[in-house]
């Protein structure tokens, strides 16, 4: 997805009279259908403000009951006894999204490089629609192949004693190929912006291709590179139906990707997919989870997004 | 001044090709994962099935007639004799079985007389490859079962109603739920994604309130879809529970009202894409030429009559396109439909916005998380449909986009 | 591009720098260059270039002009190989350089770069520091004498040292467009190539700046042989030795440049050097 800004438009100047036929004249419907306008863009606010009251809303519901620290450093998330700590799902989101990250970081940076330096034109245009069919996939797809396919794959390889059936491992291999594809396409975008006329010079200089890009072409898109690692890092936070399915259902607290553990994003749909009384602080916890991942999340995007604003005041 | 150069360019070269074929590699490894991922599904939806019976079928065949073989007379009479006057007039009242086709009544004497179970099943390739000893697993384990070869994908899948048994169990209501949520989030989201892109491209000052909006938007597109779904349930399932159960206009359905609706998951999924239609609309817009709007000011019409007969036909196409694809990513949501309470069993077919609901990727995500084998193959045939649908969406995107180009080229 | 680079120069390794002239008792080609029947077209099928065939005196500055749109440019990237970074563009005929065709699949497109240099239209510096920019190709081509050394030199040779020597740990981006375009010349003398190609170098640079850089060619000029494309006729009579003019692909005159301005034989290089179209 390109996510650009730009100037507004550039609109005209109006002609403004006082006399003779041209004078200013009211148009209402012009302004209604302008406020019309506002207000649908302006919507955009009311959503990111009614994330923000409701999560805040039912958050501090929680953490009336529940100490922040508690909920920061406590070792065990078992509603049931009212232990709300949130270090087992915090590190199961955390080994999941290393491991997607392991995946996409390389391969993704290997196939844009491949792509926009590498291939030739007639391959570029089967393996980029490729791609976007990749991207395009809804992930619950994802994750029964990561349930159905990989895992009995990765239990023949290392072996079912050792791998269990639900574990960190395949949810995490497999949201890195989930990712791979957005990685892959924003890295592209970072590569295609280095101004053609840089790798002609580093061409005419008797570089190879190897050496233009790697010495001259991805440290000039290097904030570009960043960017769209860290905005991919947010994805894999925030991915859900892959650990939701592969993963496992069940907060465990441990750094082995080989065993299941459940993330903060699988948490949330395991335990509201099923019976939820709404005014209890099972409720309200998962909103405190999910203010986690917004928080998270956001400042990802953030920081994603400060870097390629610095990025732009290098060319021109 | 001394010095030489010394290119070892044989050596830099061989390097240079060396990371070109690791390039091309690490490439053609995420085709090959596609490669799989596809294969992996089309291999589970077909395959042999191990069915296992409480009642023999020989037992109930009528003058050595076998059940596969009977016309539809002779299977009124088995169903008949073989159920409870009570069940078997129930079944009469709801569709005449006389009329019924004798596919139907057998799948009936299947689940209802014989109890038909499936005790295993197995992959495409197993069952090309490994046929002799999946029949012999058969004569070992179940000497009393019968193999079927089966086609999860099939009609039946997509006519039946959802149900216990994984060989009867069908994808109807899911697939009614999806079109009804998509069709209701697009009529929700289209015409404000629209609007707002409009007021930001050819309205917006560069202003603190725009500036703030734009980064507001960008923001939004990042926002973990869970998080959508957390919206969803606190805000339209439960505070705005009245309108979207449909309580204030009489129209609940069923038992309870409640906020669990097909309007709920619509509501939600429309601020889900909203972010990503209003981007995509904006770069259709700024796609289109400043000349074509000076052209449409310098004739005396007002801003939004260029606006509406100029701009916005010039960038359809693209408009299109991008709204598509954003619908289409709604449509394989899960995790947000979840959170906001699709059901988890559902067996009428939703009637209106106010109906309880199931989507078909929430289906998949029900099915592949059951425990039974049968349930994964059921799973993977609902991706076969849910795929095929993703990808019709994705060709009409195509085709409006050719025809909008080429009406262009033609007319203008 | 050939993946074999055994064939090359036989006098290539250890050359020693700034000291173009073929040494190891190898014969002095009569030309720089020799194109022969050179056609370039694109992949859309555009001819670029047709039939060209010059001699590029040693020594000496070319100027090669034409309206816009001529394929002097074309022509220009064809003489280092730098077209066929363009995809889908095809190439014919020869271009001797030192009696080999460099485009004989067994020559390789790299070396033919670095020994013919490069400057092109926008000045394009790497977005490192100033010593880097020099730095960088001559330590990618094996750099084995001093860098410091090498930087300073190449940054006198360019007339760039004076004003850049208290700031070479600076971006090559805060220059300006005069200096940077400097600062690529410089950059591609370090390599010390026999002959420097210059895509209209001065097309995006204000008087002052090009009229440094034409005082630059005349000296450089005893070292190496310069190729230069330019759209401004007068720019072309007062650096060039000899000038070619382009018209749509096809060279209509190859003469010395005095010759070519004052008595032109060629009736349609009459008309365009008297400004009636171009």
Redesign the interface.
């Known amino acids: 997805m390109r996510t650009r800004l730009g100037p507004p438009a550039p609109s005209p100047a109006r002609g403004s009279a006082q006399h003779g036929g041209l004078e200013r004249r009211a148009r209402p419907g012009e302004a209604a259908i302008k406020a019309f306008l506002l207000s649908c863009a302006a919507f955009s606010i009311f959503t990111t403000a009614g994330i923000v009251f409701i999560l805040g809303k039912e958050s501090l519901n929680f953490f009336s009951q529940v100490s922040l620290v508690d909920f920061l450093t406590g070792a065990a998330w078992q509603p049931a006894i009212g232990h709300f700590g949130i270090l087992p799902l915090a590190s199961a989101t955390f080994v999941t999204s290393l491991i997607a990250m392991a995946v996409a970081l390389p391969f993704g940076l290997m196939v844009a490089v491949y792509l926009s330096e590498y291939a030739?034109?007639g391959l570029q245009q089967f393996l980029k629609p490729t791609l976007e069919i990749l991207a395009g996939i809804p992930t619950v797809v994802y994750g029964y192949f990561a349930l159905t396919t990989v895992t009995p794959a990765l239990r023949g390889i290392i072996g079912a004693g050792r791998l269990e059936v639900y574990n960190m491992l395949s949810a995490g291999l497999v949201m890195g190929v989930l990712i791979l594809p957005l990685i892959a396409s924003m890295c592209e975008d970072a590569l295609s912006a280095v101004?053609r006329?840089?790798?002609?010079?580093?061409?005419?200089?008797?570089?190879?291709k190897l050496?233009v890009t790697a010495?001259?072409v991805v440290?000039?898109a290097f904030s570009g590179l960043a960017a769209a690692f860290i905005l991919g890092l947010s994805r894999a936070v925030g991915e859900t139906m892959i650990v939701a399915l592969a993963a496992g259902s069940g907060p465990n607290l441990t750094l082995n990707p080989l065993k299941s553990a459940e993330t903060m994003t699988g948490h949330i749909v395991r335990i509201s997919g099923g019976d939820i009384s709404y005014n209890s602080i099972d409720y309200s916890s998962l909103f405190a989870i999910a203010g986690t991942l917004f928080l998270l999340t956001m400042g990802l995007n953030i920081l994603s997004r400060a870097i390629v604003g610095r990025r732009r005041e290098?060319y021109e | 001044?001394?010095?030489?150069?010394?290119?070892?360019?044989?050596g830099?070269?061989a390097k240079a090709?060396r990371y070109g074929v690791a390039f091309l590699c690490a490439t053609l490894l995420s085709v090959l994962f596609l490669a799989m991922l596809v294969f992996s599904i089309v291999d589970q939806s077909f395959g042999y099935v191990l069915l296992t019976y409480e009642v023999p079928p020989a037992s109930i065949a009528r003058d050595g007639v076998g059940v596969d073989a009977m016309d539809a007379p002779a299977l009124v009479a088995t169903l008949r004799e073989g159920l409870t006057r009570r069940r078997f007039a129930a079944l009469d009242e709801a569709e005449p079985l006389a009329s019924r086709k004798p596919e139907a009544l057998r799948a009936i004497i299947a689940s209802e007389i014989l109890k038909e179970e499936p005790a295993k099943t197995w992959t495409l390739s197993q069952s090309v490859f490994a046929r002799s000893d999946i029949f012999a697993f058969r004569d070992r384990e179940f000497p009393e079962g019968v193999l079927r070869f089966r086609a999860w994908l099939n009609p039946k899948l997509l006519s039946n109603p959802q149900s216990a048994s994984a060989l009867d169990s069908g994808l109807r209501g899911a697939a009614i739920g999806s079109l009804a949520t998509i069709l209701l989030t697009l009529l929700i989201a289209f015409p404000i994604g629209v609007a707002a892109a409009v007021w930001l491209e050819e309205y917006a000052a560069d202003n603190a309130l725009n500036r703030f909006i734009r980064l507001n938007i960008y923001n939004l597109a990042g926002v973990p879809s869970i998080i959508y779904g957390m919206l969803g349930l606190a805000v339209f399932v439960r505070a705005l529970e009245p309108l979207t159960s449909g309580a204030i206009f009489r129209a609940a359905q069923g038992e309870a009202a409640s906020g669990r609706t097909i309007l709920s998951a619509s509501l939600t999924l429309a601020l889900l894409v909203l972010p990503v239609i209003i981007i995509n609309a904006q770069e259709a817009l700024r796609a289109v030429p400043g000349t074509l709007r000076q052209a449409g000011l310098a004739l005396g019409a007002t801003k939004w009559q260029t606006i509406w007969a100029h701009v916005l036909p010039a960038s359809a196409d693209r408009i299109l396109t991008g709204t598509v694809l954003a619908i289409s990513r709604a449509l394989g949501e899960t995790a947000p439909l979840v959170v906001v309470g699709a059901s988890t069993f559902l067996t009428l077919d939703p009637v209106s916005p106010f109906s309880r609901f199931t989507t078909l990727p929430i289906q998949i995500y029900q099915w592949t998380s059951r425990p039974q084998g049968e349930f994964k193959n059921l799973a993977a045939a609902a991706i076969l449909a849910l795929l095929a649908l993703l990808m019709t969406l994705n060709a009409t995107a195509i085709i409006l986009r050719n025809r909008f180009s080429a009406r262009r080229r033609a007319g203008t | 591009m050939s993946?074999d680079?055994?064939a090359a120069w036989p006098h290539d390794?250890?050359?020693?720098?700034?000291t173009p002239a073929p040494g190891g008792g190898l014969e002095l080609a009569p030309s720089a260059l020799d194109v022969r029947n050179l056609t370039i077209a694109y992949a859309d099928g555009h001819v670029g270039v047709r039939d060209l065939s010059l001699e590029l005196r040693r020594n000496s500055v070319t100027a090669i002009i034409g309206p816009s749109g001529c394929g002097k440019s074309t022509a220009l990237r064809a003489f280092?190989r730098?077209n066929e970074?363009i995809?889908?563009t095809t190439t014919s005929g020869k271009v001797l350089f030192h009696g080999i065709d460099i485009y004989d699949p067994a020559v390789?497109a790299?070396?033919v770069?670095?020994?013919i240099?490069?400057v092109?239209q926008?000045p394009?510096?790497?977005?490192?520091s100033i010593y880097e920019n020099i730095a960088?190709?001559?330590r990618?081509?094996?750099?084995?004498?001093?860098m410091d050394?090498?930087v300073e030199?190449s940054l006198k040779q360019a007339a760039l040292w004076d004003e850049v020597k208290d700031k070479l740990k600076r971006s090559a981006?805060a220059l300006s467009g005069g200096q940077q375009q400097r600062l690529?010349i410089a950059?591609?003398l370090a390599?010390?190539p026999e002959i420097l190609l210059m895509d209209e170098p001065t097309s995006a640079l204000d008087p002052l700046s090009t009229a440094k850089i034409e005082a630059l060619l005349d000296g450089l000029k005893a070292k190496y042989t310069i190729i230069i494309v330019t759209h401004n006729m007068q720019q072309a009579g007062r650096v060039s030795d000899m000038t070619a003019f382009l018209l749509t692909g096809d060279l209509v005159e190859y003469a010395p440049t005095r010759q070519l301005f004052v008595t032109p034989r060629d009736e349609r290089t009459e008309r365009y050097i008297s400004g009636r179209f171009g």
Do not use: H, I
């Open positions: 030739p034109w101004p006329s840089l790798r002609e010079a580093a061409y005419a200089m008797g570089a190879t050496e010495q001259v440290p000039a290098v | 001044m001394n010095g030489v150069y010394d290119d070892r360019l044989a830099r070269k090709s | 993946k680079s055994a390794r250890n050359r020693p720098t700034f280092n730098m970074l995809p889908g390789d790299v070396q770069r670095k020994r240099g490069m092109f926008k394009n510096p790497f977005p490192k960088w190709g001559a990618l081509n094996g750099w084995t004498g001093d050394e090498l030199s981006y690529c950059r591609a390599l010390t």
